[in-house]
């Protein structure tokens, strides 16, 4: 397992550089990832290229035994090529272009722009296809950032239609899927169908889901142009491309599948400030939520189902939360073994060192802007020499989490509560799983299930015949299944099921949801479950069970006292547990244990909040989020490879032993 | 009284429609309006019409004895329509266009949209003006809704120039009468009138009431068109519109000149939720505000003072409110019966069954989306049954609430506190009087008084002298009238009067405001009677009396301590009382207690919260909108309709007798 | 010390006009404002001009004493202006134009608008520049207003292309001063460069803090337009502008280069609503913050170190705050008190009036719209005869807070915390200094220093050696520096110095900058001083002191626990003490104080919140801002020239003796 670093040559000196490899050398780094935004740079006017900076840079750093990977530059797209064609420029809903000056301001539809993409990938890729250093690529950068995956140009809107041509066998089709006789919305033709622009009220939810998959699927193409060039010029190097974290809008199961290497950016901090529910609080300011990060590493880890990357690790304090406090001591260390627990077999920081110019003048390195190191630098050193003796095969995961993006996308268009939040409504039943130190894959639901002990479905919101099939065949195999809340209600294309939910999965669940309901998040709901009364929130619905499923759980807020709110339909094979509601921490931990339990799936006592425990290849490793010591119970011939059994605040240690042989408490 | 059920045949296969008609029939519905929203369906292709299955639904509901109520399809445009002349979508104030996608994206004042109109309606009303079975229309659908009175495209602003060139004399006139030498905006010619498009700082008054004047204006002579049509083509159908609750930017009594009919959409559980201010209750969101949707019920009651229909009723859960837990059990026919007690004469449930397809598919049915009966059937079957017993005559109220739109819309242009609302305020005196089981008409300020014994005039903003004369000849004729805060304050321009508030109304009122204020609504008020303190909030008055003019309550907070608050001016025939705070609950039933009181209007003792009493022709309604059980003290030998002297959470009863013969308190 | 009012005779018929003039003088007042937004009556057509209504007016003022301060009337372009040349309108970032409606939608680069100026300008001079009665002239109306200054037009694009034309070498000059390698954003030619548009992710901040200065600079222009028509037309007329309080976008140092008068308009009850954090207190919705206005006194006295003058004096209630509570009793009295305290040689209310037409109907005058005499009336004429015995000279005061426009621009793109706002961090240490009854001048940088003891600079962000240097000239002449955080961190062009913070100061502070966080405004953070614990907010820096630097105060939260957070450097001559902390008011006195006392400047006790004392050429004037009585202990030979040792709540008193031998406390 190893270490690597950002770096961003053209921001400094030239006689910089040499020092600058040294150190990184020093510090125990193996790969630098260079020319990312650098388009402007290589090509300053249209068709002059200026690649012997870039040639020096790798050279320099080739000397002192350092591997690097190259970034297409097109996030970034110069001046000069906006001014001659500003048609490349993104739109908003209603227009308005998204100008020059700050990054991902082109089109991925834009046929002007990919042609520029063609030209600028083929020099980089001709001038380093014999480059040896080079060992591989991330395409563009963070596709997606500052919301830009949905476009509204007009490019966007012709190719929407072609999309739509492709999709639908003809234009009733549409029309019958959709479902448009509602409000009279039927299109006589594909060209008649407009990106959603603004309009009085709310958008048809499938058209919203369908511009959500199309504008997905125009970033999938867009990448596609960079790895088939990329690997048509060198067979050797990977491609690879840095996803972020809990992002709602780019379906990474199909980006990957033209990726060699998946790989992703990690700022743990910056997460709990403005991707979650709920004020972060002061040990989260410090390390973040370590499974707000974990279960982005287990999605990017099972998207491929190979190990993964993070190619930028948050160094220190960064410049775009809300809030920038000091990371806990020793956190940038943690945050490298934290991710090599779940998988990473590399971690790059960004940056190396800390930029002057322009929009990231806030965002630590690992060295300040004066060269000197600063504390990310030494948490870096520690994590590289304690990896550089790790050697860990691929995650082996017993249970699968399933996840699909168009189920985000669908009950994001209608969430029926503001706090309805599908990845959050996921993250409770994940977080529920690494409380008790269990190995989870994020999968698509079209995965083979056949190796899981396991599967917990969070919500299926769209499904039909053959996901149901898909998820039979598990069950009948002796598999156990938990179903939650907002399952099987709407087809594919985003219209409701003719029959109730759980719709097609009704019969395996054994179940009907008779009614659902949403409240606001403070008003307190319940369930009563064998062991007592279960905190329930937001989402509520009223189940009829089957003759021979049995109640697991039942409301006892007024209106729906006494009516079933989780069940339990017995197969030949495993069982189905149905969950009517947004369970709290208690009832979630309680359905879980119970799936692992009757799945014989090995787990540690509940673990304290924000203490986790991950195994990869016969090695566990112990992360400290908290800035309390904990104490590790292991068998006694159990070696920590890493630390020891008493950890500090934003500790973390390595042992050989399984996870749940060991139990975790915080020092007295 | 009867019941109903809003139908969309074409969202079903025809094979289903004989069955549906029969569930209909059998569950004791009288109404069934069909083909809102049609228009692609009826007319697929320009100038090709599909009536067949329009035919073919009226005859399957004709032929199980149910009546027909039609609607103009005007509320959603055709895609190819909008295609063929996209100059008729509206636009907002920046230009950008309400583009096709959802619903109400025409322009009132295009050209070309009027005659489309035209040419659509024709054709319905030709096809169906010699079918019996077609009893009324509803023109278009719910007017105005998502902010689409207001329109500023081009259309508008030619439309705009023309509208004021009909209501000034000229443009020196329209100077004189906005006041335009006021940071030098005078205008050459009413051409040079813009529609309000952004500015740096806030509009001019005086323009901004115009434009809204206008807006609501063009609304009018769009329906009108409608309404023309279809009586010229029979004269035996009636002409009715479908409102919307507590709805701003419509002025309902001009729209209701041109109908017959006058209906509207009421959504107790949405309301409470988005029209209104502070967090509802649990029990509101299970059965809504009675006064809320009471206010709604009396004002379009009063607008052509005769029964009025509520088109649309609140089924079950419904898709737009924030959240959408289940209505209380019960709800659905309370509704019904609280309607009808407030001078229903038909309550239609919306919808028939829950849509598969679209924006709606969270909203409730009396059927589910597989046609099984939802909760809402079962309490529709209760209120047929029950009402189809009923037979009662139009509300007679003693009270007249005087309301006008266009203080509506002055006010709303400088609330001069965030927290002044014109509707809040006028339903602070509303629910003071239905809280003391009055009948309340809510008119315009022009209606002939003379049959009322109290006049409550909430804030009679805009005044004149021709205002100002007919209030005194309701007072000296004996009447009782209560005049709130702000009002006389404008020129029906909107230019501040030149004497000091109440201006016209100040000898009538025997007071002057010597100055207002306005305070956060966190900030404690209070005025002392002669029963005590009494809290008031966000508005206060420095009150001086005429000589001959009583002190009814004087301010107790700091700066205004000692100043009167409120006033009484006795005349030869009634009292004027001037209300100068926005009174808390406590306040506004001691003084509109006072009004009935010396009017002779006979009333209950004070109400509990949630739960009222309406007459209506001898039978007396009493509706519970709490949860918690009530018990009626009625004369011994008044008969019990429907239910009895106990009611349930969220029952409802009729009794013979008197509202003022009845008590009603929480059951111990 | 005078008394002056704004005035709008054209808002009222000319028989008036006579009366107005009496009641003026019968009032004391000296200074008549006339003519501002008057264009639209002084050419009502292009070319027509009607200056006899102006004529009259002027000569009915002179001829009862009164002096006219005339108006240039471009704040508002006659609808007639707007369309014949469109063009002249500002426009949003997204190019919405500002449109005619309110006032202030000119752009301030329209080569057309400034013709248009020069003419109007020219006809109104020309027309009364030999008019005794006119002792001067305020151009426009406050620049900005609404947001204004700051426009994206197509004549302001091609503007900011010719403003970095003239401030760069060349293109690459720009390229290395901006930094604009960062994300490829590299320019060919000053033509490339935009307006800062709309884009996917902020602004490049060097790019924003030039259009920033650009857009100030235009406005400087724009006046000098006005100032030299004027001027060439009467040497003996003054040229004033009346500036906003805490206005952040236009660079009044800059400005009052081109005016003999710097004045401005305060509003103290509206400012404590709009414009500061956190809620008003009730004392503070009566009568304001004394610091806050305070504040901006001190700058517009400092801007041309001479008198200033307050051109609008809030009267009474105004209409746009969110709420316009009455002001305390007197409290328009204590503001003129107040001004003339700081410095004001006259105080004119904003308006005679209250008006009836257009936005500022719910505006008090010093009569009402009755004409009738308002609370305003009364006040304004106990305060014209109080100050007519007043006479003082210009204000010395002891102490240098050092403010620069460009900073606070800088610091407003980066804030790096919601909460952090370069005024409100400013006026931490103004309101300490204030608190201890010392005088203080707010003066840019670049003022000479050598007058004064002591200087307090909260945050000199942007630095560069010369700006160093003259700090370090102050020191070694003995002088005491405070200088805060986040100085020194940026060169002039918005890039990170190489650095460490203070970067071109720390030699001469013997400090730097290792860590700096930022935290929510609700964690507690805290320092220790030798005082004990203090309490600290928002920023937190860890500062490395030189060795012969003591350490002052020391962070105890958590991570920064240990680390130095306040420092203090000797010299040869004066020490400079470096504030690496937002500081709560207690570090922030304690701080303040010991460099008062150390540079030997004479201070009161620390005076009660809301009380204030100023002292101005022998004379110390005491404010009371709260409803409480406060009682002043003065030596016994003291004269009260105003009112006596006893304040009643909103009172002002004047005593002569200097500031530090009086204390005040509240009345028991
Ligand atoms: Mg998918
Ligand atoms: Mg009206
Ligand atoms: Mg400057
Ligand atoms: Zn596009
Ligand atoms: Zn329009
Ligand atoms: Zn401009």
Redesign the interface.
Known sequence: MTIGVCYFP??WPRERWERDAEQMAEAGIEYVRLAE?????LE??RGVYEFDWLDEAIATLADHGLKVVLCT?TA?????LV?RHPEIL?A?P????????????YCFNSPVYRRETRRVVSEMADRYADEDAVVGWQTDNEFG????VRCYCDDCAAAFSDWLRETYDDVDDLNEK???????????SFE?V?P????????????LLDYRRFSSDSVVDYNRVHAEILRDRDDDWFVAHNFMGDFETLDAHAVADDLDLVTWDSYPTGFVQDRRAG?PS?DE??AGDPDQVGMNHDLYRGTNDAPFWVMEQQPG?V?WP?????P??GAMRLWAHHATAHGADAVLYFRWR?????????HAGLR???GSPD?GYRDAVAAASELADVDAAHVDAPVALLHDYDDWWAIDA?P???EFDYWEHARTYYRALRARGVQVDLVHPETDLSDYAAVVAPSLHLADDERAAHLREFVEDGGELLLGARSGV?TPSN??????APGPFADLAGVRVD??????AD?DLAVETDAGSRAVSVWSE?LVPDEDTETVATHTT???AGTPAVTRAPTDGGSVVYCGVWPGADLADELVSGVLSRAGVATTDRLPDGVRVNERDGLTWVSNFT?DPVAVDAPDDADFRVGESSLDGFDAAVVEAAASDLSVRRSP
Chains 1, 2, 3 share one sequence.
């Open positions: 053209e921001h935004f650098s388009w402007a740079v300053p006017e530059p970034t797209p110069p001046k000069w001014d993104q908003d209603d227009g308005t272009p998204r100008h020059f000056g700050s990054r991902r301001h950032c500052h919301r830009t959709w479902g448009t006789t509602f409000w009279s919305q039927r299109y006589d008649a407009d959603p622009r603004p309009t009085p009220a709310e958008h048809h939810p499938s058209h004020a002061m300011l410090r304090d410049n809300p809030h920038c406090p000091q806990g001591e800390r930029c002057r110019q322009g929009q990231e003048q806030y300040k802007q004066d504390r209608q029926h509560a503001p709407k219209q409701l099921h003719e029959e109730l009614q659902h309901e949403s409240y606001p008003v009223w007024d209106l729906a800035s």
